[in-house]
């Protein structure tokens, strides 16, 4: 019913900024909630951002706060992830997720629907 694809990822130095986008298909997309996970070599998924419907609040983990920025347009289907100030610890798997009905928004389970996800690495 929904489907995910991100792009932007990239080598980088520390330092050096990248906006990741994730382009959404299916007619219910403005009624996701819309989410951004990471996963390191050897680490589990972790919650970096989300954001509600129609992009009113947003969300962040404690590490990327001040650094990264998610936003949405609906009238595109798209989700981005605005990276600035990147660091080796970035280096991750980055997956776009959508939610379709309320639950925690920190937890990966409570998303239905994933990107393939775009490989953001980070050079010291």
């Known amino acids: 019913q929904v489907q995910l694809v991100e792009s932007g990822g990239d080598l980088v130095q520390a330092g050096a900024s990248l906006r990741l986008s994730c382009a959404a298909s299916?007619?219910?997309?403005?009624?996701?909630?819309m989410g951004w996970f990471r996963q390191a070599p050897g680490k589990e998924r972790e919650f970096v951002a989300g954001?509600?419907?129609?992009?009113?609040?947003?969300y962040y983990a404690d590490t990327v706060k001040g650094r990264f920025t998610i936003s949405r347009d609906n009238a595109k289907n798209t989700v981005y992830l605005q990276m600035n100030s990147l660091k080796p610890e970035d280096t991750a798997v980055y997956y776009c997720?959508?939610?379709?009905?309320?639950?925690?928004?920190?937890?990966?389970?409570?998303?239905?629907?994933w990107g393939q996800g775009t490989q953001v690495t980070v050079s010291s």
């Open positions: 997720s959508a939610r379709v009905r309320n639950a925690n928004l920190y937890r990966s389970g409570s998303y239905d629907y």
């Open positions: 299916g007619r219910t997309f403005s009624s996701n909630f």
């Open positions: 954001i509600t419907t129609r992009g009113g609040n947003s």
